[in-house]
T-cell receptor, first 114, second 113 residues
Framework: ETGVTQTPRHLVMGMTNKKSLKCEQHLGHNAMYWYKQSAKKPLELMFVYSLEERVENNSVPSRFSPECPNSSHLFLHLHTLQPEDSALYLC?????????????FGSGTQLSVL | DQQVKQNSPSLSVQEGRISILNCDYTNSMFDYFLWYKKYPAEGPTFLISISSIKDKNEDGRFTVFLNKSAKHLSLHIVPSQPGDSAVYFCAASLNTGFQKLVFGTGTRLLVSP
């Protein structure tokens, strides 16, 4: 496989569930990101990892917990979510954590919280 | 408060004609701008970029224009093709620190045959 792969593509969960989103990149990049896209809103940066170390946490509620075990894999652990957390969650990677680098996005996980 | 604004949620154009997608920004410190294209059920893909030291960048049918004094950029697609139908996102960044793109809300382009 090439590029950035996200699983699952769709997820429906209740507010008391615990689930995880997975992202894998096959591009040899050192930086990985989680973005959230809510309806009619801009993409919002949630987390940034550089070489498995978190370098940015954009005031994201603690019910979202990222994990980056290595530079190719990124997880987003979800627990006790709210209906307003329903959105498209996009993973992305870039060669380095630096401005002017083009992001390579996965296809996203469409999350619905009931 | 949105720093990057795409005020037109949608645009319809006939095949062969020019498509012009607009983007305004409020932060004069932004110095690098990008356009991404997104098809349904796919992630955004990079399309074209421009540095603030330029006012135009061209790549095939796609040209981005930057007007720093007006804090405005636009993407021109000539000629438009049905395969260009997608959502186009404008993004801006600062040339300091790490990658932190600020995105607009997107414009859905429909190119009809």
């Amino acid at each position: 496989e090439t590029g950035v792969t996200q699983t699952p593509r769709h997820l429906v969960m209740g507010m008391t569930n615990k689930k995880s989103l997975k992202c894998e990149q096959h591009l040899g990049h050192n930086a990985m990101y989680w973005y959230k896209q809510s309806a009619k809103k801009p993409l919002e940066l949630m987390f940034v990892y550089s070489l498995e170390e978190r370098v940015e946490n954009n005031s994201v509620p603690s019910r979202f917990s990222p994990e980056c075990p290595n530079s190719s894999h990124l997880f987003l652990h979800l627990h006790t979510l709210q209906p307003e957390d329903s959105a498209l969650y996009l993973c992305a990677s870039s060669p380095e954590v630096a401005t002017n680098e083009k992001l390579f996005f996965g296809s996203g996980t469409q999350l619905s919280v009931l | 408060d949105q720093q990057v604004k795409q005020n037109s949620p949608s645009l319809s154009v006939q095949e062969g004609r020019i498509s012009i997608l607009n983007c305004d920004y409020t932060n004069s410190m932004f110095d690098y701008f990008l356009w991404y294209k997104k098809y349904p059920a796919e992630g955004p893909t990079f399309l074209i970029s421009i540095s603030s030291i330029k006012d135009k960048n061209e790549d095939g049918r796609f040209t981005v224009f930057l007007n720093k004094s007006a804090k405005h950029l636009s993407l021109h697609i000539v000629p438009s093709q049905p395969g260009d139908s997608a959502v186009y996102f404008c993004a801006a960044s600062l040339n300091t620190g790490f990658q932190k793109l600020v995105f607009g809300t997107g414009t859905r382009l429909l190119v009809s045959p």
